[in-house]
């Protein structure tokens, strides 16, 4: 078994409106399925990049700032599955939920295996 991290990354400057409530539903639902089948160790929707800030190290010096606007991580999980194949899986069965559920909404998950304990 290995640990992938899912990233849900969407631009905020041009989602349309705030999340449906069947889609929180949709979530919550595919959550308990994901967590009786022992594949969901934790997720968690992110607050707006606006309100967050980078520390990044450019040049030796390290600057504090605004994320910048555009496409961003907006939400994550973190599952146990055999194959990245289900990884895979899994994160097109989350965007198909946002596609079903919030019309407009445009986005993409990132996948990344975790290394380490």
Same mark, same amino acid.
């Given at each position: 078994? $290995?640990?992938?991290?899912?990233?849900l990354r969407s631009?905020?400057?041009t989602t349309? &409106? =705030?999340?449906p409530?069947?889609l929180?539903e949709?979530?919550?639902? +595919?959550?308990?399925? *994901?967590?009786?089948a022992?594949?969901?160790?934790d997720?968690?929707g992110?607050?707006? +990049? =606006?309100?967050?800030?980078?520390?990044?190290?450019?040049?030796?010096?390290?600057?504090?700032?605004?994320?910048? =606007?555009?496409?961003n991580?907006?939400?994550? =999980?973190?599952?146990e599955?055999?194959?990245?194949?289900?990884?895979?899986?899994?994160?097109?069965?989350?965007l198909?939920?946002?596609?079903?559920?919030w019309? &407009? *909404?445009? &986005?993409a $998950?990132?996948i990344?295996?975790?290394y380490?304990a």
């Amino acid at each position: 078994m $290995s640990r992938y991290l899912l990233m849900l990354r969407s631009d905020e400057t041009t989602t349309p &409106g =705030a999340p449906p409530q069947e889609l929180f539903e949709a979530i919550g639902k +595919a959550a308990a399925e *994901w967590t009786a089948a022992g594949v969901l160790r934790d997720t968690a929707g992110l607050a707006p +990049a =606006a309100t967050g800030t980078r520390i990044d190290l450019t040049d030796d010096t390290i600057n504090t700032g605004p994320i910048p =606007a555009g496409e961003n991580v907006t939400a994550y =999980a973190i599952i146990e599955v055999t194959t990245t194949e289900d990884a895979i899986g899994r994160a097109t069965e989350f965007l198909e939920l946002h596609k079903q559920h919030w019309p &407009g *909404w445009n &986005g993409a $998950s990132e996948i990344r295996q975790i290394y380490g304990a």
